[in-house]
């Protein structure tokens, strides 16, 4: 028989109308049924579950389904049994003869070592102030093992409180952290990575004016809330594209981004898998943490097919709500111009220029070059590195350094020659042109 939707005045089942709070389930459990097939072995773990809680904590808990794909209450709740929690018990194993506890290696830890804690799956774990419970059920198919994902609830009530602090526990843990997503031939990966070394405003070195506005952007973006935003009718979003040569500080503009806003912060590198899904996902779940940063990572890169959906979703009402968007490229010639200047996309755009002789000062006194030249060798360096990058600028302090602790000075000079050397079969396409007996490619 058919179940049709219910409705305030209850529902029609078979062309009989059943009133509200009269409704019965149209198939029920029948142990032993031989025309049960695979329901019978799902409903046996689903209610013995149910059972078990209600026998454990003296209340019943009910089976509720996800339809947002919201996995981040399974996160914390790793993350609750690793560290082991007090607020959450393992109420016991689903299955005998399956794994009941695991070991896993810890590297976000001071000391990297391998913990051991109880399996996410095959157990049963329960949030008892809360009245939740989450189970991992293992399902048993002919060509292996897999996973289901099951929640159970005292209420309505209770499972809203949940997944309500799941959003301020998720908004506090990533703020010491980045979300990292990655478009791969399997779907998007996405995972949680700690920031292990702090980038400080104080380490970007960029023109005065150009920094302080960009960082007065974002503290002005998270000092207000939605309410300033939808009192004047202005959109509780804003978007900025950096753009420049690889190597002049986009990267470590972005770091310090992230380590320095009183919100998260994720990133988004764009591939040749990134897929209509895969935008979708990553703004569902930057909704979820806002007010953030998304950060998207060589935007040209946005494979043609899938720019229009991307440019739609931008122009959505309520798809970067509490959304600070930073893009990066390398190639602003290859952006696509609805992205460029456009009030709901990009609102400004910024280039990130060579560094002039003011900014390679900074870069290298903050870096400490003075520690292995002399100040005269340090003015050669400064001005024999017109036309380098941030990043070559870095190279050149690291092979300063090393350089100094072989044999006790840095040739500023000869290191400089070298790179220049290394630059120019770069924009010559020479790399391994065959002089030396090697072997490559030459234009």
Known sequence: MERKAKSDKGLRIAGIDIPAGQERTIVAYEPGNPNMGDYEAYARVTRGIEAMLEERYGIA?????????????????????????????????????????????????SSPEYTIHPAIRNNVFVY????????????????????????????????????????????????????????TNNGIQRESEPITRTVTRDDVI??????????????????????????????????????????????????????????????????????SGSVQEVFETAARLAPMVLVIEDID????????????????????????????????????????????????SYEIMLPDEGMRRAFLERRG?????????FEQAISLTKGFSMAQLGELYVSAALDWNERGE?????????????????????WMDGRDGGIGFQF
Request: proline residues 4%; hydrophobic residues 30%; charged residues 25%.
């Open 61 to 109: 808990y009910t089976l509720y389904a996800s339809d947002d794909g919201n996995s981040d209450y399974w996160d914390l709740l790793e993350e609750d049994v690793k560290k082991g929690a007090a607020e959450v018990e393992c109420a016991g194993k689903i299955y005998e003869g399956l794994e009941g506890r695991t070991f896993a290696y810890d590297e976000d830890s």
């Open 128 to 183: 008892p102030q809360q009245g939740v419970a989450l189970a991992r059920i293992p399902m048993f198919r002919q060509h292996g093992i897999y996973s289901e994902d099951f929640v159970f609830a005292t209420d309505d009530e209770a499972i809203s409180r949940f997944l309500g602090s799941v959003r301020t526990r998720q908004r506090n843990r990533e703020k010491n952290r980045i979300t990292v997503f990655t478009d």
């Open 206 to 275: 960029l023109p005065e004016p150009l920094k302080k506005e960009i960082y007065r952007s974002l503290d002005q973006f998270f000092a207000s809330d939605r309410t300033f935003y939808h009192k004047h009718n202005l959109p509780f979003k804003r978007g900025i594209l950096l753009y420049g040569r690889p190597g002049n500080g986009k990267t470590t503009l972005v770091k310090s981004i992230a380590g320095s806003v009183p919100g998260p912060a994720a990133y988004w590198q764009i591939t040749e898998y990134t897929s």
């Open 301 to 348: 890169s946005m494979p043609q097919g899938v720019r229009s959906f991307f440019l739609n979703t931008l122009d959505g009402a309520t798809s970067k709500e509490g959304i600070f968007l930073i893009g990066t490229t390398n190639y602003p010639d290859k952006i696509d111009p609805g992205l460029m200047n456009r009030a709901g996309r990009f609102d400004r």
């Open 369 to 377: 070059l003075t520690e292995f030249v002399s100040q005269q060798g």
């Open 410 to 430: 840095a040739d500023i000079a000869g290191i400089v020659r070298s790179m220049n050397g290394e630059l120019s079969k770069e924009k010559k396409g020479s």
